[in-house]
């Protein structure tokens, strides 16, 4: 949430490209976005133009996403100190804002905007005042509360400062450039050697690199790392929309995790296994689509005879208890994502063992973790997941494999290109589907998930009302929502007669019935998709795929921004 940029030029460079960089993050926030580069101060609502003249050799730019004051330029990053001696961009929240602000309004600043942020460059401003900058951080550090990665440029300096407590925050080493940003797919097109920042750790960078800090001031080392951020090489942005061009990518995402699967990410696995063999306890840890990929990883190794749990992880602690025979899997895109820290970090906590499974490579999950999985889905950049999901949820059903679940993963690339045949079919069911205002999505054992996570992505693309559910409960409520014409969305899977029965009941109320299914028979109706799979385990993958296409055409013929929906952000690293 929010994505801050900075960059630090041996020579000078174009002022705008620090919006160009700061794109690439704009699925963390688009409310509106700024940069300041040592004389310009810009700021904007709405999404990000790459435009305008200068050069400058340091500047940083921030992309928000509202928490604290409204969508409004003044809200917008950067913040200045009240004598234009500091400028700042913050990604977090500082919780004690207001009462730092409190005590710099009697010391005589004055603030421009209602945000959290404003205060760090007064505080800032105040301390230098007073004491050189190399003492002011420290003071900003012991002062502030809250969570925060923070860039900022103080007049006279050529140099950016970074300060990270809880929110991302990674630096990385580019030919004659150096990038400070909130997530590595900033610059991984310039280069693939980062440092990632650890809490309560500083930087001053300058022309001539970086130097890092601990939180005192105290000289710390920090070595870079390689990271590798599979490029698909798949079809360009079909359509203009990212969403279709990634769900596209999945048969090529799906084989390159298998073969890693049975590669260089081998070992890893094994242990994974090795680890849920071993401990008593098993939970998910996760957020959004995320935790309908577990929803349905767990209901594979169930089957197999392991019983899992999982848990949003917003209501982990409230939910969980953890010992020291709990294992804690986080599945996280991101890996950023702050519910889920807070889940491992209540679980470590307690005694608990962690692992991740994660998209982002070194992401703060992944750091976080004994042991970790990537899902080697590539960058992601519609902010609706769908080859992450698909990803998450190839390892899990790979997962159960180890543990017994009888499937082929092999087919899975093949089945996922054949049900891309059918699109035009699933794009009539979308158009009908988005002339309601509401969609019921129904769904049974391993389609549960499925429909719950078709439902999700309606409702973050389309803005439909989407509710999805499980098949038997409907008629504990739900069903008196049924009238002539509603549509319902019915996953049936050809093992599950029980389903059928729940489709019946709303079509015998006047609901109009869509289908998916593998049954054999059922899949001839125009109101059905016949999906290719007699394996259950595939199935709820194939349906979930076509169930993102349902979501993006039904987007598309409402003509919605179905990249960057309203009110949404990708990375969410608030609480
Ligand atoms: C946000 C994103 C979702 C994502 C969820 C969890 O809501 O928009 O697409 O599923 O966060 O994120 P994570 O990165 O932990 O999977």
């Not at 990929?293 to 209501?315: D, K, M, P």
């Not at 002339?435 to 409702?459: F, H, N, Q």
Request: aromatic share 8%; charged share 25%.
């Amino acid at each position: 949430m929010c994505g801050i940029v900075g960059i630090v030029s041996k020579t000078p460079y174009p002022s705008r490209v620090l919006l160009d960089r700061l794109k690439r993050l704009e699925y963390r926030g688009y409310d509106s976005y700024g940069l300041y580069d040592g004389r310009t101060l810009l700021r904007r609502i709405g999404g990000i133009r790459v435009e305008g003249g200068g050069r400058t050799t340091a500047g940083i730019a921030h992309t928000r996403w509202a928490t604290h004051g409204g969508v409004s330029e003044r809200n917008a990053h950067p913040h200045l100190s009240c004598d234009g001696r500091v400028a700042v961009v913050h990604n977090g929240i500082i919780e004690n804002y207001e009462e730092l602000r409190r005590g710099l309004l009697r010391k005589g600043h004055r603030f421009t905007s209602e945000t959290d942020s404003e205060v760090i460059a007064h505080h800032l401003e105040d301390g230098l005042r007073r004491r050189p900058v190399e003492a002011a951080l420290p003071r900003l550090f012991r002062e502030l509360k809250g969570t925060f990665a923070v860039l900022a440029m103080v007049r006279g300096r050529d140099e950016i400062f970074a300060l990270k407590r809880d929110s991302p925050l990674v630096l990385g080493a580019a030919e004659g450039r150096t990038i400070l940003a909130s997530d590595i797919y900033a610059f991984s097109d310039w280069t693939d050697r980062a440092v990632f920042f650890e809490n309560d750790e500083m930087a001053a960078v300058g022309p001539s690199g970086a130097r890092f800090f601990d939180a005192t001031g105290r000289p710390i080392r920090k070595p870079a790392r390689t990271f590798r951020w599979e490029q698909d090489r798949g079809p360009r942005r079909t359509a203009g929309h990212y969403m279709l061009k990634e769900i596209l990518e999945e048969p090529a995402a799906v084989g390159r995790l298998l073969f890693s699967l049975g590669g260089d990410q081998k070992p890893a696995f094994d242990r994974l296994v090795r680890l849920i063999r071993r401990t008593r306890k098993v939970i998910f840890a996760s957020c959004g689509t995320s935790y309908h990929a577990t929803l349905l990883g767990a209901y594979y190794l169930h089957r197999t005879g392991r019983e899992v749990q999982t848990l949003i992880a917003s209501e982990f602690r409230h939910f969980a208890k953890v010992d020291a025979e709990t294992l804690v899997v986080a599945v996280s895109q991101s890996g950023e994502t702050m519910d889920v820290i807070d889940a491992l970090k209540y679980a470590r906590a307690n005694g608990g063992r962690i692992a991740a499974i994660v998209n982002v490579p070194h992401s703060t999950i992944q750091r976080m973790s004994e042991l970790s999985l990537n899902i080697l889905a590539g960058p992601e950049v519609c902010v609706a997941s769908t080859k992450a999901f698909v990803n998450q949820a190839v390892l899990l059903l790979a997962l159960a494999r180890a543990f017994g679940f009888p499937v082929r993963l092999e087919t899975i690339p093949d089945r996922l290109r054949a049900l891309f045949r059918q699109r035009a079919r699933l794009r009539a069911m979308a158009v009908r589907i988005a002339r309601s205002r509401d969609v019921y999505i129904i769904g049974r054992g391993l389609t549960y998930p499925v429909a719950r996570e078709t439902a999700l992505k309606i409702k973050e693309t389309s803005y439909i009302h989407a509710e999805g559910m499980m098949g038997g409960e409907l008629k504990h409520g739900t069903i008196a929502l049924i009238e002539k014409g509603t549509p319902v969305l019915s996953l049936i899977n050809a093992g599950d007669p029980d389903i059928i029965s729940n489709t019946k009941e709303v079509e015998a109320r006047g609901a109009e019935i869509f289908v998916l299914t593998n049954h054999p028979t059922l899949g001839g109706d125009r109101n059905a998709v016949h999906l290719k799979t007699a394996n259950d385990g595939k199935f709820g993958i194939l349906a979930a795929a076509a169930g993102q296409l349902i979501a993006y055409y039904a987007a598309a013929a409402l003509g919605r921004p179905i990249d960057k929906p309203r009110n949404l952000a990708k990375s969410v690293t608030v609480k």
